[in-house]
């Protein structure tokens, strides 16, 4: 199908990653998701319009995200710290479990069906879509947990991360949030995490689907470079904005945000695998 796209269609499937970069990009520094909440459900219904397998799409666009995140992350990450956004005590304790979970992710990926990571990105985004749109956001310390239970929390947030093509903000900011971490600073530190998530992350999909048949041209493994090109110079673009507006936005509107958007890309997502 991919040949008979006229020209038209190509511009307006550039013109809308385009937008979709932009839109994650200030998605990204406003709540620290590294903009895959938008880029992959968007990639996957552009990738599954030109025609390629459901299984293959989902796979390229959640590899292609975690490509786009990196950029992001570093972007996201700088505007966080120059306003003291950023916790190093939770990046020391939980990074190299981060890391090595999200590798995991990638690799694990070539074995798993695009529907389940459909389901995994779906019901993981709704649960946490609930629990940050519930007036009080679930605390079960007030400090950060001990080295032992902190690399376990670390690691399933790196894998599932990866998984799901995202940045870590939808797993860490709430994880964050139940040690007691203010929202802002929870949603800094994310930005932090998901350049942790993200180069592991997209390593492990170029290994995954290096022999895959079928991928669009110019793909490295699973990721798509033309894709990835068009969305990376807006999402670097518009992230230092979102992160300008984290630190204005009432912390009650940006939990319901980042609620509002999880909760609509999850429905999107698990309805194409149930509708």
């Known amino acids: 199908m991919i040949e008979t796209i006229e020209t038209a269609g190509w511009v ?10 932009a839109v994650a990009g200030t998605m990204a520094g406003l709540l620290g998701v590294g903009g895959g909440i938008v880029i992959v459900p968007v990639l996957s219904w552009i990738l599954t319009f030109t025609g390629f397998p459901s299984d293959l799409s989902q796979h390229m666009a959640v590899a292609t995200s975690l490509a786009t995140i990196v950029p992001t992350a570093i972007s996201s990450s700088r505007a966080h710290h120059k306003r003291g956004g950023i916790d190093f ?32 990105f779906g019901f993981v985004a709704l649960a946490v879509a609930v629990n ?23 690691g399933v947030i790196g894998l599932i991360s990866s998984l799901m093509g995202i940045g870590g903000g939808t ?7 139940a040690f007691s971490v203010p929202i802002r600073r929870a ?4 930005s932090a995490l998901g350049l942790l998530i993200a180069v592991p992350g997209v390593l492990g999909f170029i290994w995954s689907g290096w022999s895959v048949d079928g991928r669009p041209p110019l793909s490295l493994g699973y990721v798509s ?5 068009c969305i ?44």
């Not at 949603?187 to 994310?190: D, E, I, L, S």
């Not at 470079?225 to 090109?229: D, G, I, N, S």
């Open 232 to 275: 990376v110079p807006l999402t670097w673009l518009f992230a230092p904005y979102g992160a300008k507006l984290a630190h204005t936005v009432n912390q009650r509107v940006l939990k319901l945000c980042f609620a509002v958007f999880l909760a609509l890309t999850a429905v999107k997502m698990l309805l194409s695998v149930f509708g």
């Open 171 to 177: 797993l860490a900011v709430p994880s964050q949030t």
């Open 89 to 120: 005590a939770v990046l020391r304790s939980w990074g190299p479990a981060v890391v090595l979970g999200a590798l995991a992710g990638g690799i694990l990926a070539r074995y798993i069906s695009g529907d389940v990571l459909r389901m995994v």
């Open 132 to 154: 940050m749109s519930v007036p009080k956001t679930l605390v079960i310390a007030d400090r950060l947990p001990h080295p032992v239970i902190a690399s376990p929390i670390g």
């Open 12 to 21: 307006a499937i550039v013109i809308g990653l385009f937008a979709t970069g």
């Open 187 to 190: 949603v800094g530190t994310a």
């Open 225 to 229: 470079l033309p894709a990835a090109a």
